[in-house]
């Protein structure tokens, strides 16, 4: 697996580039957060949890989720929504509380 990020959804806002724990995320020379190595993801989820917009999904095996099924996560002030897409339409969504985000 690895991630995709949206560079339009980008608000170059430096929060993934903060948590990968591999230092795989920089912005570009547009401000937009890029991944260097993406064979060295090892899809902790950390940039997808903290992004604040949603610019990064990671893939599915299709397995997991289906053929061309992504996971992203969305967030309110006290859930991290776990969204799994199959072709951009969300077909499950898991609601898990903040203060057990590190659970999981
Ligand atoms: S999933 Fe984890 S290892 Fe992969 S880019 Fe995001 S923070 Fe880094
Ligand atoms: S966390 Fe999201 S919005 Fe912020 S730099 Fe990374 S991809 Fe862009």
């Known amino acids: 697996m690895a991630i995709k990020i949206d560079k339009k959804t980008c608000i170059s806002c430096n929060a993934c580039t903060s948590v990968c724990p591999g230092n795989l995320l920089y912005l570009n020379e ?3 957060a890029e991944i260097c190595d993406p064979k060295e993801c090892w899809d902790c989820s950390a ?3 903290e992004c604040p917009v ?3 999904e990671m ?4 397995e997991v989720g289906g053929s061309g099924s992504t996971l ?3 967030q309110d002030n006290e859930s991290l929504i776990w969204q799994v897409k199959e ?3 969300i077909i499950e969504e898991i ?3 903040k203060k057990d985000s590190n659970k999981f």
């Open 47 to 49: 940039c997808l949890k």
């Open 54 to 56: 949603q610019a990064i």
């Open 30 to 32: 547009e401000k937009k």
């Open 87 to 89: 072709n951009g339409k």
């Open 72 to 74: 992203n996560v969305k």
């Open 59 to 62: 893939y599915l095996f299709p």
């Open 95 to 97: 609601v898990i509380s």
